[in-house]
């Protein structure tokens, strides 16, 4: 009996293929999408994790200088006095992280796979400098094998990336900081021999979460959008497996008739529920993977550029979200078919089908739905007012975005009631318009719920992208006023450049800086020289008055809007230097530097760091001449051709990783529009079956099927444009919540907002679009229905 | 000297210069370039040849003590300090070529405690220092050979030596009683028919007493010592795969130092008979006799821990036995070492070193 009913069932998927095809296509979407954003969120954090746990940092308790100066002396005195400690020597280089380890001492746990140990063949070549070990990909990316050059590298896949593991004798050299020592790791396993001398000082081992922090917001985004997709999957999904319950109604009634339990058909159905789900939810997993793969790469040049997070470009299969993916399937399946099922369950054998009571069902809910939305807005505003920090930002976007979402079909059904009144003097097929678009609402609600999310979405982060964008090319165009940029390789080089250059151009500016710890951060301190070209053009957020003459003075610094937001350093606070504290007199915008940065004069810079090269020069000069002197510096210095730089090249160069920047957010919303697309096609075939004793009156009236198909198609886009109006709003406080208060928190900035309506233009184009598109394959089956099926109504059962 | 030392200094400078462990003992026959040889015509001064010779490749200060303590007990303690080079010369800095490694141990009858050090050259983690008071400091962390020297005396004639590891420590006060002992010909000991060889001096006549720091509590000891000095850089003939060595007390105050470097075939061994009054006699090669006559299962490996030493032209024939068979080090290159008993025609109390089991 078992076997009949279930191929009874089935049966009806083999004369609907085009229903199973959306069920499963809108399943294994919505999991792809959703398991995609997954996979990278996962590939980006055991990045994270790599670099945290890379030599046993969580674990390891290590000793650091109070005064941040600990030398290879002190290390020998702490050796001496029975302190198990290990050198530990950490820099930057040429944007890679240079770690040197001493092997000798080098406590077990802090050891890293494929590192070269006592006992092992390549020690010899590890100690001698020449050996050192990088992450795999690492040594394609642009710049590293010249940064390495005459070592030998070898790859070690436990390493995070852009990170370098060397001996410590080779990390000084690389680093130029010849006895010097970051920090003192403690073997565990061996006893202390007693409290720390002075000047030193404990710090216990915890996992370093700044990099998982700092980008906690981007995951959350891509978490939201992943979520956002699956949830207009799932309306999909709900609109398919809808279709099918009501059509299966009689075949339900048959069956318990022919004394099949109520409990066993709940089963099989059940069972064919969770079958689709874990063949589309493979699928799914599959597409998110081809998702994750292709975004990857932008995805870890967004974090590379927003945050200087290191993340491989390529993605690793994983359990975790393929299990997580196929989990959300299944999840997503029976929440979608919930209410079908129950009724399954409780259907009396020999009651009469109601038919469209799934849909009526949804309407009745309406009212309490959006009441329950604007308890959601109300909560969003609250958390505005109240909350702070980057889940505050959330969750003022959590509930704005679903307070409107649950309002819009109240407030569509208000729309077009008071439409429906205005039209009653227009006639009686006007009439007939709205009062259709009305009955439609309740099965279309989700749907259009579901292009209001994407659209807003679109609006929202397209609003930000743009003030981004053109916040970004202005500030370029403010700090990127010298016409031409120099490097010379040698400071003999640099001498005879500036010596040839001073009398031929307006101004050489000399541009040094030093990679260092700016209040525990990785940072750069630049030191630039007094003239005009930064007091007219640099861009300061705010400034003590004569700042630039105090800077020049050596008596104050600069810093960037990140270190002013992190360290909450105003105007007049004192910032800590290497070479002494300085007050600031200016905070200037820094867009798309993850790290803070301070300014001083170039002298206070000389006295410093004495031992940092000018090597690089900005050129004044008139625009017309850029060419012509770059082409002489060429020939008559041999310069290659990375050392001159035009102020066209580096803002162009700015402006590419900026755009990859935000590729990723580019190519989620589309696809979450094109899901949202998907979804309302999905519950107008839906409707457009049971539809049919609607239009049949009207056609029997003696509109034509074409004119109704019309009709139809109009009414679709009429909803889909309405959805965009209210979309607009919404997505314009989106964009404000995301350049306001998420920004602020996740990125250290800042941006003013400005709009595009230009852009809001193609927003109802596209909602437009995705109506048409969804309703004309059911207007053309409707045209082409042939009159006897409309005929049928009359004489049908139902 | 301990051939096994000499294993161990050239492993770990194997180690360190990244030549295959695994290729075993014949490496350590293998010539490196650059470094400086011994030779049989330099005559040893001190005290400057009690500090390094970082031209040479290996290096040890070895010291070995049999002890009793006031509970009546026996002790042995071991403190040495290796160096190995991957280049001639010494650099300041970690770009040093030098590298050094530590060993100390305390053996009881049914304990054997273990230590070890590594260090890197040229940052004063370790190293070896004679400053012009002729003050002698060799160390490693807090490990520490101290010279506390009157003047007039030699640098090693009193010493304070400490070391500790994480269930054991010591520190002793050692005074030496006898003269610096050259070994082999006036201090260049030949260790193979091939003619590889070291240069190598002892002082065998120290007296001790100190503490030991045992997990049962803290023992007073007193004893005797024997350092031993040596330094080559191509210390073993290519078929030469372990050696056995023993330096012995006899209770007349005689003193042997004993050496099988083990191959293929019949062997080599020399050694140097000490008189009381510290007057070195050279064995001639293979008139010392060294058969193993019952051996025990240490480290999963057949040690032989009875020996039977003979020298028939001195009526010389003795029986060692190991206070503990398990002494064994179970360090970076592990070996065996250990405080032995001596009966027979001599009675006495030594140290044996085994390598290459």
Same mark, same amino acid.
Request: charged share 15%.
């Given at each position: 009996?078992?076997?009949?009913?279930?191929?009874?069932?089935?049966?009806?998927?083999?004369?609907?293929?085009?229903?199973?095809?959306?069920?499963?296509?809108?399943?294994?979407?919505?999991?792809?999408?959703?398991?995609?954003?997954?996979?990278?969120?996962?590939?980006?954090?055991?990045?994270?994790?790599?670099?945290?746990?890379?030599?046993?940092?969580?674990?390891?308790?290590?000793?650091?200088?109070?005064?941040?100066?600990?030398?290879?002396?002190?290390?020998?005195?702490?050796?001496?006095?029975?302190?198990?400690?290990?050198?530990?020597?950490?820099?930057?280089?040429?944007?890679?992280?240079?770690?040197?380890?001493?092997?000798?001492?080098?406590?077990?746990?802090?050891?890293?796979?494929?590192?070269?140990?006592?006992?092992?063949?390549?020690?010899?070549?590890?100690?001698?400098?020449?050996?050192?070990?990088?992450?795999?990909?690492?040594?394609?990316?642009?710049?590293?094998?010249?940064?390495?050059?005459?070592?030998?590298?070898?790859?070690?896949?436990?390493?995070?990336?852009?990170?370098?593991?060397?001996?410590?004798?080779?990390?000084?050299?690389?680093?130029?900081?010849?006895?010097?020592?970051?920090?003192?790791?403690?073997?565990?396993?061996?006893?202390?021999?007693?409290?720390?001398?002075?000047?030193?000082?404990?710090?216990?081992?915890?996992?370093?979460?700044?990099?998982?922090?700092?980008?906690?917001?981007?995951?959350?985004?891509?978490?939201?959008?992943?979520?956002?997709?699956?949830?207009?999957?799932?309306?999909? %999904?709900?609109?398919?497996?809808? !279709?099918?319950?009501?059509?299966?109604?009689?075949?339900?009634?048959?069956?318990?008739?022919?004394?099949?339990?109520?409990?066993?058909?709940?089963?099989?159905?059940?069972?064919?529920?969770?079958?689709?789900?874990?063949?589309?939810?493979?699928?799914?997993?599959?597409?998110?993977?081809?998702?994750?793969?292709?975004?990857?790469?932008?995805?870890?040049?967004?974090?590379?550029?927003?945050?200087?997070?290191?993340?491989?470009?390529?993605?690793?299969?994983?359990?975790?979200?393929?299990?997580?993916?196929?989990?959300?399937?299944?999840?997503?399946?029976?929440?979608?078919?919930?209410?079908? !099922?129950?009724? %399954?369950?409780?259907?009396?054998?020999?009651?009469?089908?109601?038919?469209?009571?799934? $849909?009526?069902?949804?309407?009745?809910?309406?009212?309490?739905?959006?009441?329950?939305?604007?308890?959601?807005?109300? !909560?969003?505003?609250?958390?505005?007012?109240?909350?702070?920090?980057?889940?505050?930002?959330?969750?003022?976007?959590?509930?704005?975005?679903?307070?409107?979402?649950?309002?819009?079909?109240?407030?569509?059904?208000?729309?077009?009631?008071?439409?429906?009144?205005?039209?009653?003097?227009?006639?009686?097929?006007?009439?007939?318009?709205?009062?259709?678009?009305?009955?439609?609402?309740?099965?279309?609600?989700?749907?259009?719920?579901?292009?209001?999310?994407?659209?807003?979405?679109?609006?929202?982060?397209?609003?930000?992208?743009?003030?981004?964008?053109?916040?970004?090319?202005?500030?370029?165009?403010?700090?990127?006023?010298?016409?031409?940029?120099?490097?010379?390789?040698?400071?003999?080089? $640099?001498?005879?450049?500036?010596?040839?250059?001073?009398?031929?151009?307006? $101004?050489?500016?000399?541009?040094?800086?030093?990679?260092?710890?700016?209040?525990?951060?990785?940072?750069?301190?630049?030191?630039?020289?007094?003239?005009?070209?930064?007091?007219?053009?640099?861009?300061?957020?705010?400034?003590?008055?004569? %700042?630039?003459?105090?800077?020049?003075?050596?008596?104050?610094?600069?810093?960037?809007?990140?270190?002013?937001?992190?360290?909450?350093?105003?105007?007049?606070?004192?910032?800590?230097?290497?070479?002494?504290?300085?007050?600031?007199?200016?905070?200037?915008?820094?867009?798309?530097?993850?790290?803070?940065?301070?300014?001083?004069?170039?002298?206070?810079?000389?006295?410093?760091?004495?031992?940092?090269?000018?090597?690089?020069?900005?050129?004044?000069?008139?625009?017309?001449?850029?060419?012509?002197?770059?082409?002489?510096?060429?020939?008559?210095?041999?310069?290659?051709?990375?050392?001159?730089?035009?102020?066209?090249?580096?803002?162009?160069?700015?402006?590419?990783?900026?755009?990859?920047?935000?590729?990723?957010?580019?190519?989620?919303?589309?696809?979450?529009?094109?899901?949202?697309?998907?979804?309302?096609?999905?519950? !107008?075939?839906?409707?457009?079956?049971?539809?049919?004793?609607?239009?049949?009156?009207?056609?029997?009236?003696?509109?034509?099927?074409?004119?109704?198909?019309?009709?139809?198609?109009?009414?679709?886009?009429?909803?889909?444009?309405?959805?965009?109006?209210?979309?607009?709003?919404?997505?314009? $406080?989106?964009?404000?919540?995301?350049?306001?208060?998420?920004?602020?928190?996740?990125?250290?900035?800042?941006?003013?907002?400005?709009?595009?309506?230009?852009?809001?233009?193609?927003?109802?184009?596209?909602?437009?679009?995705?109506?048409?598109?969804?309703?004309?394959?059911?207007?053309?089956?409707?045209?082409?229905?042939?009159?006897?099926?409309?005929?049928?109504?009359?004489?049908?059962?139902? | 000297?301990?051939?096994?030392?000499?294993?161990?200094?050239?492993?770990?400078?194997?180690?360190?210069?990244?030549?295959?462990?695994?290729?075993?003992?014949?490496?350590?026959?293998?010539?490196? #370039?650059?470094?400086?040889?011994?030779?049989?015509?330099?005559?040893?001064?001190?005290?400057?040849?009690?500090?390094?010779?970082?031209?040479?490749?290996?290096?040890?200060?070895?010291?070995?003590?049999?002890?009793?303590?006031?509970?009546?007990?026996?002790?042995?303690?071991?403190?040495?300090?290796?160096?190995?080079?991957? @280049?001639?010369?010494?650099?300041?800095?970690?770009?040093?070529?030098?590298?050094?490694?530590?060993?100390?141990?305390?053996?009881?009858?049914?304990?054997?405690?273990?230590?070890?050090?590594?260090?890197?050259?040229?940052?004063?983690?370790?190293?070896?220092?004679?400053?012009?008071?002729?003050?002698? +400091?060799?160390?490693?962390?807090?490990?520490?050979?101290?010279?506390?020297?009157?003047?007039?005396?030699?640098?090693?004639?009193?010493?304070?030596?400490?070391?500790?590891?994480?269930?054991?420590?010591?520190?002793?006060?050692?005074?030496?009683?006898?003269?610096?002992?050259?070994?082999?010909?006036?201090?260049?000991?030949?260790?193979?028919?091939?003619?590889?060889?070291?240069?190598?001096?002892?002082?065998?006549?120290?007296?001790?007493?100190?503490?030991?720091?045992?997990?049962?509590?803290?023992? @007073?000891?007193?004893?005797?010592?024997?350092?031993?000095?040596?330094?080559?850089?191509?210390?073993?003939?290519?078929?030469?795969?372990?050696?056995?060595?023993?330096?012995?007390?006899?209770?007349?105050?005689?003193?042997?130092?004993?050496?099988?470097? +083990?191959?293929?075939?019949?062997?080599?061994?020399?050694?140097?008979?000490?008189?009381?009054?510290?007057?070195?006699?050279?064995?001639?090669?293979?008139?010392?006799?060294?058969?193993?006559? #019952?051996?025990?299962?240490?480290?999963?490996?057949?040690?032989?821990?009875?020996?039977?030493?003979?020298?028939?032209? +001195?009526?010389?024939?003795?029986?060692?036995?190991?206070?503990?068979?398990?002494?064994?080090?179970?360090?970076?290159?592990?070996?065996?070492?250990?405080?032995?008993?001596?009966?027979?025609?001599?009675?006495?109390?030594?140290?044996?070193?085994?390598?290459?089991?």
């Amino acid at each position: 009996m078992i076997r009949a009913s279930l191929a009874a069932l089935l049966s009806h998927w083999w004369r609907h293929p085009l229903q199973l095809a959306m069920l499963l296509a809108g399943l294994a979407l919505a999991t792809g999408l959703w398991s995609g954003v997954q996979a990278i969120n996962a590939e980006a954090r055991a990045a994270y994790t790599r670099a945290e746990t890379v030599l046993g940092q969580d674990q390891l308790d290590r000793i650091v200088a109070t005064d941040g100066r600990l030398t290879v002396a002190r290390f020998a005195e702490l050796r001496q006095a029975g302190w198990p400690v290990s050198p530990l020597l950490e820099g930057r280089r040429a944007g890679l992280r240079i770690l040197g380890v001493e092997p000798l001492t080098l406590p077990r746990a802090a050891a890293v796979p494929g590192m070269p140990m006592l006992g092992s063949d390549d020690l010899g070549e590890f100690l001698a400098g020449r050996l050192v070990l990088v992450a795999p990909e690492t040594l394609d990316r642009p710049g590293v094998a010249e940064a390495l050059a005459g070592l030998k590298p070898q790859a070690a896949p436990d390493l995070p990336p852009m990170t370098v593991l060397a001996d410590i004798a080779a990390a000084e050299t690389l680093l130029g900081a010849r006895g010097e020592v970051t920090a003192l790791l403690i073997d565990p396993g061996r006893p202390l021999p007693g409290p720390l001398p002075s000047g030193l000082e404990r710090r216990v081992a915890v996992a370093d979460q700044g990099l998982a922090r700092l980008t906690d917001s981007f995951h959350l985004n891509l978490t939201a959008f992943g979520f956002l997709a699956f949830a207009v999957g799932i309306f999909i %999904v709900h609109a398919a497996i809808g !279709l099918a319950f009501e059509q299966r109604r009689p075949m339900f009634r048959t069956l318990r008739a022919l004394g099949v339990p109520a409990r066993t058909l709940g089963g099989l159905v059940l069972a064919e529920l969770l079958g689709f789900a874990l063949i589309a939810g493979l699928f799914g997993v599959g597409l998110g993977y081809g998702v994750a793969a292709a975004l990857l790469p932008d995805v870890a040049a967004t974090l590379g550029g927003l945050y200087g997070a290191a993340v491989p470009g390529v993605l690793e299969l994983r359990a975790g979200w393929i299990v997580a993916g196929l989990g959300m399937a299944v999840a997503g399946t029976l929440a979608a078919a919930g209410q079908g !099922l129950w009724q %399954v369950w409780r259907l009396p054998p020999l009651a009469s089908a109601t038919p469209r009571a799934w $849909a009526v069902a949804a309407g009745a809910t309406r009212r309490l739905q959006a009441l329950c939305g604007l308890g959601l807005l109300t !909560l969003a505003g609250g958390a505005l007012g109240f909350g702070s920090g980057l889940w505050a930002g959330f969750a003022v976007l959590a509930g704005l975005l679903l307070g409107a979402a649950l309002v819009l079909p109240g407030l569509m059904a208000l729309v077009l009631a008071a439409a429906g009144a205005r039209a009653r003097a227009r006639g009686v097929l006007s009439q007939w318009f709205w009062a259709d678009a009305r009955q439609q609402l309740p099965g279309l609600s989700l749907a259009l719920m579901a292009l209001l999310l994407a659209l807003a979405a679109n609006v929202g982060v397209g609003t930000m992208v743009g003030s981004f964008r053109a916040t970004f090319t202005g500030w370029l165009d403010q700090r990127l006023a010298s016409e031409l940029y120099l490097t010379a390789e040698t400071p003999a080089e $640099a001498a005879r450049l500036r010596e040839w250059l001073e009398p031929r151009v307006l $101004a050489v500016l000399p541009i040094v800086s030093t990679e260092t710890n700016l209040l525990g951060q990785p940072g750069d301190i630049y030191g630039i020289a007094d003239h005009a070209t930064y007091r007219d053009h640099w861009p300061l957020l705010s400034a003590l008055p004569e %700042v630039w003459e105090a800077v020049a003075r050596g008596e104050a610094a600069l810093i960037n809007e990140q270190l002013s937001r992190r360290a909450g350093l105003g105007l007049g606070a004192v910032l800590d230097l290497p070479g002494g504290a300085l007050p600031v007199a200016g905070v200037y915008s820094d867009y798309g530097n993850p790290s803070p940065q301070a300014i001083i004069g170039l002298e206070a810079f000389g006295t410093r760091f004495p031992e940092v090269q000018v090597l690089r020069f900005a050129l004044r000069l008139p625009a017309t001449e850029v060419e012509a002197l770059a082409t002489i510096l060429r020939a008559e210095f041999g310069l290659r051709e990375t050392a001159i730089v035009d102020q066209a090249g580096i803002k162009a160069f700015s402006l590419r990783v900026f755009e990859r920047t935000f590729a990723v957010t580019g190519a989620l919303n589309t696809l979450t529009l094109a899901v949202a697309a998907l979804a309302m096609l999905a519950s !107008l075939v839906t409707l457009s079956a049971s539809r049919l004793p609607q239009l049949a009156p009207v056609w029997a009236m003696g509109l034509t099927q074409a004119g109704l198909a019309g009709l139809d198609l109009a009414r679709t886009v009429m909803l889909a444009l309405l959805t965009a109006v209210a979309a607009l709003p919404l997505g314009l $406080a989106l964009a404000w919540v995301l350049l306001a208060v998420v920004n602020v928190e996740a990125f250290g900035w800042r941006l003013p907002m400005q709009a595009f309506p230009g852009d809001w233009l193609w927003l109802f184009a596209a909602a437009g679009l995705a109506g048409g598109l969804a309703a004309l394959w059911p207007a053309v089956t409707l045209m082409r229905r042939r009159p006897a099926d409309l005929l049928r109504v009359f004489a049908n059962e139902r | 000297m301990n051939a096994k030392t000499i294993l161990v200094g050239v492993w770990l400078g194997l180690a360190l210069a990244g030549a295959a462990v695994a290729q075993g003992f014949a490496d350590l026959g293998a010539t490196v #370039e650059g470094f400086a040889l011994p030779d049989r015509d330099r005559v040893l001064e001190f005290p400057e040849d009690h500090a390094a010779h970082p031209d040479f490749r290996i290096e040890w200060w070895y010291l070995t003590a049999n002890l009793t303590g006031d509970d009546g007990a026996e002790y042995g303690v071991q403190w040495t300090l290796f160096r190995s080079a991957t @280049a001639p010369g010494e650099t300041e800095g970690w770009q040093s070529p030098q590298a050094w490694m530590g060993h100390a141990a305390v053996t009881t009858a049914d304990a054997h405690h273990v230590a070890e050090r590594l260090a890197r050259g040229g940052v004063g983690q370790a190293g070896v220092t004679l400053n012009s008071g002729a003050a002698f +400091r060799a160390w490693i962390d807090d490990w520490e050979m101290l010279s506390d020297t009157a003047p007039g005396e030699d640098a090693l004639d009193r010493l304070a030596l400490t070391a500790r590891g994480d269930d054991f420590g010591y520190a002793l006060d050692l005074t030496a009683e006898g003269p610096l002992v050259l070994q082999g010909d006036g201090g260049y000991s030949v260790k193979s028919a091939d003619g590889q060889a070291s240069h190598y001096y002892s002082q065998p006549f120290y007296a001790v007493s100190g503490t030991l720091d045992l997990p049962g509590g803290p023992v @007073a000891v007193t004893g005797h010592a024997w350092l031993d000095r040596e330094w080559s850089s191509q210390p073993l003939a290519e078929d030469q795969t372990g050696w056995d060595w023993f330096s012995l007390s006899f209770e007349g105050g005689e003193k042997l130092m004993g050496f099988d470097l +083990r191959d293929g075939g019949e062997g080599f061994t020399s050694g140097t008979w000490i008189a009381a009054d510290g007057t070195p006699s050279r064995l001639v090669p293979g008139a010392l006799q060294a058969d193993p006559l #019952e051996y025990a299962t240490v480290a999963g490996r057949e040690v032989p821990v009875v020996w039977r030493l003979r020298l028939d032209d +001195r009526a010389f024939d003795v029986t060692l036995r190991a206070v503990n068979p398990g002494a064994w080090m179970a360090t970076l290159v592990p070996y065996w070492e250990g405080p032995v008993r001596v009966t027979g025609s001599h009675t006495g109390r030594g140290y044996l070193e085994m390598t290459g089991y």
